[in-house]
């Protein structure tokens, strides 16, 4: 596609239910990262995905949160039992990859947890 | 543990004067460098990349590289209130970015 993708734009879940939330990646982009944005903070990293290379999951905060790419493209981040604290905007951006790091955003996704 | 530092603001910049953005950065093999702007509620949105050291001029905007001293910068000519929204520093350490936090811009009437 002509950006990155993200869906859905909002979610509000229940406390304690799992959510996963979906990027697909500008074509060709082989590095795609996960961020979280809490309100008026920076940006958290998540996760890093690079080709075929074992992902750089140094960021995730706790083992409810899980992230896949499959094909290496579309990945979904998975968040199980869900807490208030979990409740942020999740940013996915993508990159050429190796040699070019210039990331594009997707326009995010809002999860409220009530 | 790489680092990018930024003043996190608010920097108050009169409508037409010069708004000059400043972050460091701690990996001194990083070879490049971004700045993104995120209005309120939107993502970040890439706006500069370097890689040389000097100035690079896009616009209103240059954004300036000095890797021996590990600083670069981000000047804004003409401001304009449209410009006022944070603008965040990204560094490549080892492929991956490395952020700093940001400096909320206001730009006043």
């Known amino acids: 596609g002509a950006g990155v993708s993200q869906s859905p734009s909002n979610k509000v879940t229940e406390k304690g239910k799992d959510v996963e939330l979906r990027c697909d990646p500008i074509?060709?982009?082989?590095?795609l990262y996960w961020y979280r944005q809490s309100l008026g903070q920076g940006l958290e990293f998540l996760i890093y995905?690079?080709?075929?290379?074992?992902?750089?999951k140094s960021g995730l905060p706790s083992d409810r949160f899980s992230a896949e790419r499959t094909g290496g493209s579309v990945s979904t981040l998975t968040i199980q039992r869900t807490q208030q604290e979990d409740s942020a905007v999740y940013l996915c951006?993508?990159?050429?990859?190796?040699?070019?790091?210039?990331?594009?955003f997707g326009q995010g996704t809002r999860l409220t947890v009530v | 543990q790489k680092e990018v530092e930024q003043n996190s603001g608010p920097l108050s910049v009169p409508e037409g004067a010069i708004a000059s953005l400043n972050c460091t950065y701690s990996?001194?093999?990083?070879?490049?460098f971004f700045w993104y702007r995120q209005y309120s509620g939107k993502s970040p949105e890439l706006i500069m990349s370097?890689?040389s050291n000097g100035d690079k001029e896009d616009g209103r905007f240059t954004a300036q590289l000095n890797k021996a001293s590990q600083y670069v910068s981000l000047l804004i000519r003409d401001s304009q209130p449209s410009d006022s929204a944070t603008y965040l520093c990204?560094?490549?350490?080892?492929?991956?970015?490395?952020w700093g936090a940001g400096t909320k811009l206001i730009i006043k009437p």
């Open positions: 074509s060709g982009h082989t590095a």
């Open positions: 995905f690079q080709g075929n290379s074992a992902p750089d």
């Open positions: 990996d001194r093999v990083s070879q490049s």
């Open positions: 951006a993508s990159s050429h990859g190796t040699g070019n790091t210039e990331a594009f």
């Open positions: 990204a560094v490549d350490s080892n492929y991956q970015l490395i």
């Open positions: 370097i890689y």
